[in-house]
């Protein structure tokens, strides 16, 4: 009796194994709700008619000897429940790229969604405020990488923009002329003072250039004007300042005042002649403004004979005499004072008559 009772229970155990192999083949599980914590993916439903084989009918098997049965370990099956993906912390899209000119307002409106409905902010770095904006000024030409992030509190998104801020060129500006008249007058070998002050809003160095009639004298922000003899008429004075593209200028108008220099009257030797001789007086002069020269002699025993002054002494004239000459341009003089000395000439006595006495 006892004998039969195991034969029915090593019976019963082959179908429940059976049964199980059954579900394992049919892709049969157990539902969600039998588990805990666990997820299961859902199988489609299998039609059995499609199966190839069917496993082997618990009548058929072949029953087991008692004690060959050995208790076999249940085979653990490891549920990996698939992680949520992390949260993005920040998502960068390619660089959007704003051209501006230097002084314009650069002023940047996100505009972004937020799926679940979330009140976004706005971040900006440097140069932009905290509102999007920056105000460019002279200097500022180059290119600048600016991060906007958006956030809704957990997660944030960013945006690079690159600003390509372009020169904007301005002419460089004269401040400051002296002197301030723009019309001059100045005499002859005397001099003229010029100097500026100039700036330029692109900060760019500046290069100084002076014309005087045309040809450059200086290149320093001042000059000085040495007016000379041979300047008289009008001139003019210029001033430009360039930065390398543009250029500012100035320019006065200069009168120069003729200043007549006296001629330049060469040396005459004092003279020693003896009675009866003749004294000739040839004065030479240069002027240096080249104007005409004329001369003269203060004695009217001097008789003007081709451009020279000549006196024929007589017995009578022995003596020391001191005679002025002048040469004149017709505006200035110029004199010098020779001595001139006549010596006596002994003449023998002459017998003019004899009387009888």
Known sequence: MIKKLTIFLLIGLFLLSGCAEIKELYGIQPSAEGQHGEEYIPIEEIRIEEMNELPPSPVE?????????????????????????EEKAETKKEAKVIIVKETDLVSLKPKATDPDGDVLTFTYTSPLDATGKWKTTYGNAGEYTVTITASDGRLSSTKDVLIIVNKKEEAPVIDEALP???????????????????????????????????????????????IGYDDAGQHTVKILVSDGVKEASRIWAVKVNNVNREPILEKIKDISVKETGTIVLEPRAADPDDDDVTFSVDSSRFRKVDGRFEWKTTYDDAGEYTVTITASDGEDDTIQKISITIENVNREPVIEDIILG
């Open 61 to 85: 098997a072949e029953t087991p000897k008692a004690g060959e049965i050995a208790e076999e370990p249940e085979e653990e099956t490891e549920v990996i429940a698939e992680e949520p993906e």
């Open 180 to 226: 301030e008249k723009g019309e001059l007058n100045a005499d002859e070998d005397s001099t003229l003072e010029f100097m500026v002050k100039a700036s330029d809003l692109n900060n760019d160095p500046l290069a100084y250039s002076w014309k005087l009639d045309g040809s450059e004298v200086s290149a320093d922000d001042s000059y000085t004007y040495n």
